[in-house]
């Protein structure tokens, strides 16, 4: 339950109120009490509050009318990419094609990280996920979507999950969206991935799901990764950015399959 409501006022629960600010902080860095006071609509009084009971979770450092983030050591868990605008421009297509009450499966990889980040304003959807990045950032910055993880055998270097009881895990699921990183794409070898473990992932999640999706970054055009997923045919439907060679767009154009581009938004 997120919310209780007192004399017709809808109002936030302390412990999603914490959330809220926790998430606030670690996007922007620091805040200050009257504009967390008008965000979440309660006193600047409950706002200090809150603070100090962050503060004394090493979460953040109050400050004269506000607080600071606590740095913490990096991780695989901070997401730093370069050519940032290329994906998102990428999760702002993608998360249309996400409703409320949808059951959608986000693969591994940096294009699902930024979708996770942006299913806020989504009610009701279920994100299932075998990559626990994608998982983390999808509960920080999308509180309101649940999350699973399936079981399976941790990958201690990319935090991805593989294996029979992952595979026995996403039986059990039909997922109304899919959206899959793709590492290579070539009109002669078609999509291929950087393991063999993310391609049989992807041919497994493909027999669940109603609408599937390539995620493909302009620059993943004309690559080749080390295991292959399936040819140029196999996804009816691929979001990208609008700097695609020529010869890509007139193959889909031709095969019917759509390309949806920033120049599509």
């Known amino acids: 339950m997120y919310a209780v409501q007192k004399q017709?006022?809808?109002?936030?629960?302390?412990?999603?109120?914490?959330?809220?600010?926790?998430?606030?902080?670690?996007?922007?860095?620091?805040?200050?009490?009257?504009?967390?006071?008008?965000?979440?609509?309660?006193?600047e009084a409950t706002i200090r509050r809150d603070l100090e009971k962050l503060e004394n979770e090493n979460f953040l450092t109050r400050t004269h009318g506000g607080a600071v983030l606590?740095?913490?050591?990096?991780?695989?868990?901070?997401?730093?990419?370069?050519?940032?605008?290329?994906?998102?421009?990428i999760r702002k297509i993608a998360s249309r094609f996400v409703q409320n009450n949808d059951v959608i499966f986000l693969g591994p990889g940096i294009c699902s990280r930024f979708i996770g980040r942006f299913l806020k304003d989504k009610?009701?959807?279920?994100a299932v996920t075998t990559d626990l990045?994608?998982?983390?950032?999808?509960?920080?910055?999308?509180?309101?979507?649940?999350?699973?993880?399936?079981?399976?055998?941790?990958?201690?270097?990319?935090?991805?999950?593989?294996?029979?009881?992952t595979s026995n895990s996403l039986s059990s699921f039909y997922f109304n969206t899919s959206f899959f990183d793709i590492d290579g794409i070539t009109l002669n070898r078609g999509y291929s991935v950087s393991?063999?473990?993310?391609?049989?992932?992807?041919?497994n999640v493909l027999q669940f799901s109603k609408k599937n999706f390539a995620l493909c970054p302009y620059n993943r055009f004309n690559v080749e990764a080390s295991a292959v997923v399936g040819s140029i045919d196999l996804f009816p439907s691929v979001i990208t950015n609008e700097h695609v060679a020529n010869e890509f767009k007139e193959y889909y154009f031709q095969h019917k399959i759509q390309i949806f581009?920033?120049?599509n938004v």
């Open 8 to 43: 017709g006022v809808l109002l936030m629960l302390p412990i999603k109120r914490l959330d809220e600010i926790k998430r606030i902080l670690t996007e922007k860095k620091q805040v200050d009490v009257p504009s967390l006071s008008q965000a979440l609509g309660v006193t």
């Open 70 to 89: 606590n740095e913490v050591t990096p991780s695989l868990f901070n997401l730093e990419v370069e050519n940032v605008e290329v994906y998102e421009k």
């Open 123 to 126: 009610i009701n959807v279920t």
């Open 133 to 165: 990045l994608v998982a983390h950032d999808c509960a920080l910055y999308s509180p309101n979507v649940s999350v699973i993880i399936t079981g399976g055998n941790l990958n201690s270097t990319t935090l991805e999950l593989s294996g029979q009881m």
């Open 195 to 203: 393991s063999l473990n993310k391609a049989f992932l992807i041919q």
């Open 261 to 263: 581009a920033t120049f």
